[in-house]
């Protein structure tokens, strides 16, 4: 315990070993990793935390290097999660998004962990929400969490994220994502990278066409369905406690445009804290952190206290001698102390 408190405070004053340390526990789920995040969680500021999400291939990377000098041009601290795929042959990941950022690695305000997904979906890792507490507790002023190339249906961000920045870039069949329109629901803020290319104006007008043809109705969350609070129509000013998601237009390999970036995320941020229709997001994102933590906590509770009834039940189930439906319903029973039906 009083290496845990020693890991607490070093964590708290922004060591860099500490950080990586509490990383490394959380990601592999060490017994001691829950209790970690019980004591941090008492210390907690609160970091800005931008979520970088899009097609593969859109210039994720490079645009959150960009980001990251505008940050400490403007004297802020920052943190970079970046999430990799993992094989799902060898289990291996080449957490090669770093590489792109590797002239901060000697900044001391500069923080980047690799995570490996370890086959969990919806663009982020399992354990990218506990290090983002650990983050918080720290002395960051800027998360910026990027996804793995998502499709239209990967948006566990948005979940974790103040603000979410949907990346696309023409020639790379954004046009047919936008028609799917799941990506584009969530985005608070969307960037068009590599906008020196042909076909950055149809891209640009595609996002326009598409956001003009849908409306959320005003107080409704991210949590709810994936429905951005977001008003999805274009207008020339938002009406109250609405926030119309701006198109904007960057070539992040030359720093262009990303400014204008960083300047609609302050005023996201600033909706988030002085709208009705913002705070409801925020609480609303708290109680989806809960339920996922508490569904965690259970299947890891019935993991370990009934692990041979499980075995029993699963060979049952390969045997043909049961059906799932029924074997989960007497588990769920057993762990519960209820009578079987």
């Known amino acids: 315990m009083s290496d845990l408190s020693t890991l607490v405070r070093g964590i708290q004053s922004g060591g860099m070993r500490a950080l990586a340390r509490a990383c490394r526990l959380l990601d592999e789920r060490d017994p001691c990793s829950f209790e970690l995040l019980k004591r941090i969680f008492t210390h907690e500021g609160r970091a800005y935390v931008v979520g970088v999400t899009g097609t593969p291939g859109a210039g994720k990377s490079t645009l959150v290097d960009g980001l990251i000098r505008l940050y400490r041009e403007q004297g802020k601290r920052v943190a970079v999660l970046a999430i990799d795929p993992t094989s799902p042959y060898s289990g291996g990941a080449i957490l090669g998004d770093r590489i792109r950022m590797q002239q901060h690695f000697t900044d001391d305000g500069v923080f980047i962990r690799s995570i490996a997904t370890r086959g969990h979906l919806g663009g982020l890792s399992r354990s990218t929400g506990d290090v983002l507490h650990v983050l918080h507790a720290s002395t960051f002023d800027v998360v910026i969490v990027e996804t793995v190339g998502v499709g239209q249906d990967e948006l ?3 979940q974790l994220a103040d603000t979410t920045l949907v990346v696309m870039a023409p020639g790379l069949g954004d046009d047919i994502q936008a028609i799917k329109a799941g990506i584009l629901e969530v985005a608070d803020v969307f960037a068009v990278n590599k906008s020196d290319r042909a076909g950055a104006d149809a891209t640009v007008q595609d996002l326009q066409q598409m956001l003009s043809l849908r409306r959320a109705p005003t107080g409704v969350s991210k949590m709810q369905g994936h429905t951005a609070v977001s008003t999805l129509r274009q207008a020339p000013e938002a009406e109250a406690d609405e926030w119309l998601p701006p198109i904007l237009k960057t070539v992040a ?27 409801a997001i925020q609480a609303q994102r708290q109680v989806a952190e809960f339920r996922a933590i508490l569904y965690q906590a259970l299947i890891d509770e019935v993991d370990v206290r009934f692990a041979e009834q499980v075995s029993e039940k699963l060979r049952d189930i390969v045997d043909g001698q049961a059906d799932p ?10 762990a519960l102390g209820a009578n079987e039906p």
């Open 156 to 158: 566990e961000v948005t």
């Open 253 to 279: 390999h030359r720093q262009e445009g990303l400014a204008d970036l960083v300047d609609a995320f302050s005023r996201h941020h600033e909706f988030l804290t002085a709208t009705e229709a913002g705070q």
């Open 325 to 334: 439906y029924s074997s989960a319903e007497a588990l769920v029973r057993s």
